[in-house]
């Protein structure tokens, strides 16, 4: 595995590549084109220059979260096949500046959702939070205006106010895509894009549906081991892989994390390590990556990606907000920094005593 830090870009991270060159072990950034949008061909040009900005601070490109996938690819409608057109250019342009792994979701209108972006733990740090019940009690505007009231001057990602000022609209464009719609317009857009990925040994990872099940009634496809599976199946191409995210699949309890991992060896290309803290099934808060201080056995998940063979990159996720820190909410440098050291820290330990073993 190679350790790295999501880095949004110098125009809108609070983090610098600095900082995160300070980091022990992180070797590579995740990153993005954060002002693109989603349909819109990125210039081999601003890759490079991206490329170029890592390297000049002494990492390099691990791979992209996200290329988004524009709303007429996931609803199938009259514009999607110019919009994969698009992707297929991107896709290229990324394969010649020698990057290799696509991270990318298909979800409906929102990507992640939470319900608290600073919740209060007795320890004083601030973490995102999600409670059903404060889902059933607002609309999706409603939602929109909470959150963005607490991203500490950042835009998150799927949460742009120019996407959320259209929110009915998307959801009217929504109206008739169900599970098996949106389903069978993923496996269209895998198929038109897998050439590509063939071509240049481009790694594409479906990021899983954060939280695992459907919100204010969009419907959500990746949310479990059989549903990434038959995904798997129904592309059943190397090139179709699997971001696997703990603290996404990890919402829905009944997701056993580390057989999930094992199920998926040699197709998990990406993954995400994040503790969640459960106080009931449907209210739950983000933790420390520590096992103790949330209801995920960390050393397990690392454990069963060690056994898969996993030689991709990997990433701390969400962290608390701590010590004062003002940044976007879960990604601050301190807790996440924390996080890759511990994540490298159970790594090691795992490798010695495999060896010796
Ligand atoms: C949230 C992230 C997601 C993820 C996308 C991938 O913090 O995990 O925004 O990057 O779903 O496309």
New binding site residues.
């Given amino acids: 595995m190679e350790m790295t830090l999501r880095w949004y870009g110098s125009r809108f991270d609070t983090v610098t590549l600095e900082q995160i060159r300070q980091i022990p072990g992180v070797t590579g950034v995740i990153t993005t084109l954060y002002d693109t949008q989603p349909g819109e061909v990125w210039s081999r040009e601003r890759i490079r220059a991206l490329k170029d900005e890592v390297a000049t601070a002494g990492m390099h490109i691990a791979g992209i979260?996200?290329v988004?996938v524009s709303d007429a690819i996931k609803i199938g409608n009259e514009d999607r096949d110019r919009d994969i057109e698009n992707y297929i250019e991107t896709l290229r342009n990324l394969g010649e500046e020698d990057i290799h792994l696509v991270?990318?979701?298909f979800?409906p209108v929102f990507?992640?959702t939470r319900t608290e972006l600073a919740r209060k733990r007795p320890d004083g740090s601030t973490v995102l939070a999600y409670t059903k019940e404060a889902v059933d009690a607002i609309n999706p505007d409603q939602m929109f205006e909470s959150i963005s009231g607490d991203m500490n001057g950042t835009v998150m990602?799927?949460w742009e106010p120019e996407r959320m000022a259209r929110v009915k609209e998307l959801f009217e464009m929504y109206k008739d895509v169900d599970e098996e719609k949106l389903f069978r317009n993923l496996v269209y857009f895998l198929e038109k894009i897998m050439p590509v990925c063939n071509e240049y040994d481009i790694k594409m990872a479906i990021?899983p549906d954060?939280p695992a099940w459907p919100v204010f009634g969009l419907p959500r496809i990746i949310t479990s081991k059989e549903k990434i599976h038959r995904l798997m199946k129904a592309v059943d191409d190397v090139h179709n892989g699997v971001?696997f995210?703990s603290g996404?699949y990890g919402t829905n309890r009944r997701n056993n994390l580390p057989e999930m991992i094992r199920s998926l060896k040699g197709r998990i290309h990406f993954a995400?390590v994040r503790n969640l803290y459960f106080h009931s099934d449907d209210n739950f808060e983000e933790a420390a990556h520590l096992s103790s201080d949330g209801s995920f056995d960390m050393y397990e998940i690392v454990k069963a990606l060690y056994d898969i063979g996993f030689d991709g990159p990997i990433r701390p996720?969400?962290g608390r907000m701590i010590w004062g820190e003002v940044a976007m909410p879960?990604y601050g440098l301190y807790d996440r920094a924390l996080g890759a050291a511990y994540i490298n820290g159970l790594w090691e330990a795992i490798e010695k005593n495999e060896k010796r073993a």
């Fill in positions: 979260e996200s988004n991270c990318y979701n979800m990507d992640w990602p799927g990021h954060d971001t995210c996404s995400h996720d969400h879960g």
